[in-house]
């Protein structure tokens, strides 16, 4: 089975642009959360999709959006980039809700931005 | 609400020394808990998870964690760590808090193997 993916790699944006990011999960999978990974906070949880649905969020600005498509591919887009945009970002994937008795999350590589 | 707490931020340890990587939940009715392993520029990959049963759970790589109610913990442990382990670890918990189910995460510790 594939793992989950995460496109692109690596991406090079300066303050103000937007960008989108996107994650295919597990086949099968339903969930699809997102985090955010610096040096300094760690993994924060960015938003959580199920069957197209956000399900949880975390505390994150408007800038910051994703959606759930009905093959469970999910793309995040953060608008009006900042600096402190710059991190890694993760997607994870789930049968059931993250969270859900016993889940276990399978994430990708991750997604390497650096706003300049 | 819940949360998780690695004690520890980093961890020097000579190869073929043991380990063991502290973590501490807040209290649920009831929790599952997970060890995650990052090696570096990839993501995160589980180690082991404890749902029920057995409080010593045995991972990949030669890990194990115990979990401990009354204490509220779930440290990691190798007997014998090895150069490839070096690597952040991050322990997680999941519960249901007001009939959400919520993922949290630690801060990661950070294991530096020695030659």
């Known amino acids: 089975k594939a793992g989950v993916t995460q496109t692109p790699r690596y991406l090079i944006k300066t303050r103000g642009q937007q960008v989108t990011l996107s994650c295919s999960p597990i086949?099968?999978?339903?969930?699809v959360s997102w985090y955010q990974q610096t040096p300094g906070q760690g993994l924060q949880f960015l938003f959580e999709?199920?069957?197209?649905?956000?399900?949880n969020k975390g505390n994150f600005p408007g800038r910051f959006s994703g959606r759930q498509f009905s093959n469970s591919r999910s793309e995040m887009n953060v608008s009006t980039l900042e600096l402190g945009d710059s991190a890694l970002y993760l997607c994870?994937?789930?049968?059931?809700?993250?969270?859900?008795?016993?889940?276990?999350?399978?994430f990708g590589p991750g997604t390497r931005l650096l706003v300049l | 609400a819940q949360s998780v707490t690695q004690l520890d931020s980093q961890v020097p340890v000579f190869e073929e020394a043991p380990v063991e990587l502290r973590c501490n939940y807040s209290?649920?009715?009831?929790?599952?808990l997970f060890w995650y392993v990052q090696y570096p520029n990839q993501g995160l990959q589980l180690l082991l998870k404890?749902?029920?049963?057995?409080?010593l759970v045995k991972g990949i790589n030669g890990f194990e964690a115990e979990f401990n109610k009354s204490q509220t913990s779930f440290h990691l442990r190798k007997p014998s760590v090895h150069i490839s382990d070096t690597a952040e670890y991050f322990c997680?918990?999941?519960?249901?808090?007001?009939?959400?189910?919520?993922?949290?995460f630690g801060t990661g510790t950070r294991l530096k193997v020695l030659a």
């Open positions: 994870a994937s789930s049968f059931g809700l993250a969270g859900g008795p016993g889940e276990t999350q399978y």
């Open positions: 999709y199920f069957s197209e649905t956000q399900r």
């Open positions: 209290s649920s009715v009831s929790v599952y």
């Open positions: 404890y749902l029920s049963g057995s409080t």
């Open positions: 997680a918990v999941s519960a249901a808090t007001s009939g959400t189910y919520k993922y949290i």
């Open positions: 086949s099968g999978h339903r969930s």
